[in-house]
Each structure stands twice: as C-alpha cells, then as structure tokens.
C-alpha cells in the first residue's frame, strides 16, 4: 500500500509542476506602468514612415517585458528608417552607428531586446509565405518615449519587430502595404 501511496503522489506532484510550467509559458505581459503624452516642439516629431507623434494628455502603456519567446513568436512588423536623420532618432544602440534602409536590420521591444543580450545576432521573420534573416541592431523602447531621445514617439509596444525598407522588401510586401504586418520571428 506504501508504493501504491508514494506512486500517486510522484503523479499528483509531476502532473502540478507540469501545469505551473505551462502556466509560466502562457503567461501575459502587463504594462509596467504608463507615459502621458505631451506635444511635441515644432518639427521635432520625424513622421518618416508615418511614425506617430506623442499627443498632448494622452495615456500611453509602458512595458518591462515582452511576451515569451519561442521557436516562432508571433508579433508585429514595424517599418523604420536607421539611417541618420531617419525616424529611428538616434544612432543604433548595438554598435552606435547608423545603418542603411537597404540593410536587413531590426530593433526589438525592450522584453525581446533584453538588455542587449540579443545586439549583433540575427533573426529569421517569416511572413507573407517568405522568410528573411536580419541583425538585431537596436531597441524599440517599451519603457520610455514622447522625448527628444525618442524623436518624440510614444513607447514602442511589447510585441513590435521594427524593421528597415530592406526586411519588407525580402518579405515582398507591395509598398502601399508597408506600416503593420503579423509576422513570427526566431533565432536564425
């Protein structure tokens, strides 16, 4: 009677630790808190690629984190100039330097960015029936915006792969298509 005891608490046990497991993994990012807008100074706000501008008053959520990564995380393509004087603002955080729109290069949400720990490596976005490979080259900042470090845009959502002219162009995106696409992404 003792084995038969022990045997179904090993089961009670392996089977609770498989759902907090799985609990962990479906776990949904929160907003970590929230920016309120404020307008920007004339001709300050770079609306390249019609990025937004932050507006006067408005509430906008800020995030730690991203949702969890897998061997094909879903999220949003975003399209970004990181060339000087494109609407990325400044220089790249990976390697401080500007890079070209015929380049495949991405930022990440903060989350995803994960401190850097990601800079210099590439990642694999599929979309639209094609794949790409593009270097992590900066962050899209999820916890930060509406200032001048941040060409006076709103925080970057948590979910955001934020890409150059060349990563859509890969993917065969007609042009008038450009701005928002569901895609998923991994390690390359």
């Given at each position: 009677?003792?084995?038969?005891?022990?045997?179904?608490?090993?089961?009670?046990?392996?089977?609770?630790?498989?759902?907090?497991?799985?609990?962990?993994?479906?776990?949904?990012?929160?907003?970590?808190?929230?920016?309120?807008?404020?307008?920007?100074?004339?001709?300050?706000?770079?609306?390249?690629?019609d990025s937004d501008c932050c507006k006067n008053g408005k509430l906008y959520p800020?995030?730690?984190?991203?949702?969890?990564?897998?061997?094909?995380?879903?999220?949003?393509?975003?399209?970004?100039?990181?060339?000087?004087?494109?609407?990325?603002?400044?220089?790249?955080?990976?390697?401080?330097?500007?890079?070209?729109?015929?380049?495949?290069?991405?930022?990440?949400?903060?989350?995803?960015?994960?401190?850097?720990?990601?800079?210099?490596?590439?990642?694999?976005?599929?979309?639209?029936?094609?794949?790409?490979?593009?270097?992590?080259?900066?962050?899209?900042?999820?916890?930060?915006?509406?200032?001048?470090?941040?060409?006076?845009?709103?925080?970057?959502?948590?979910?955001?792969?934020?890409?150059?002219?060349?990563?859509?162009?890969?993917?065969?995106?007609?042009?008038?298509?450009?701005?928002?696409?569901?895609?998923?992404?991994?390690?390359?």
């Amino acid at each position: 009677m003792k084995n038969s005891s022990l045997g179904a608490f090993l089961l009670v046990l392996v089977l609770l630790l498989a759902t907090q497991s799985l609990e962990a993994r479906l776990q949904v990012c929160k907003p970590s808190g929230e920016i309120r807008g404020k307008n920007p100074p004339p001709n300050q706000c770079n609306q390249e690629n019609d990025s937004d501008c932050c507006k006067n008053g408005k509430l906008y959520p800020t995030y730690k984190c991203s949702p969890p990564v897998s061997g094909s995380t879903k999220a949003v393509l975003t399209l970004n100039s990181f060339e000087k004087d494109g609407d990325g603002g400044a220089p790249s955080e990976c390697d401080n330097k500007y890079h070209s729109d015929n380049t495949p290069v991405v930022a990440l949400s903060t989350g995803w960015y994960s401190g850097g720990s990601r800079c210099l490596n590439n990642i694999t976005i599929s979309a639209n029936g094609r794949s790409v490979t593009a270097m992590v080259v900066d962050e899209c900042d999820s916890t930060m915006g509406c200032d001048s470090d941040h060409d006076y845009q709103p925080p970057c959502p948590n979910n955001i792969v934020d890409a150059s002219k060349a990563v859509w162009k890969a993917l065969g995106v007609p042009e008038d298509n450009w701005g928002e696409l569901d895609i998923t992404w991994s390690g390359a």
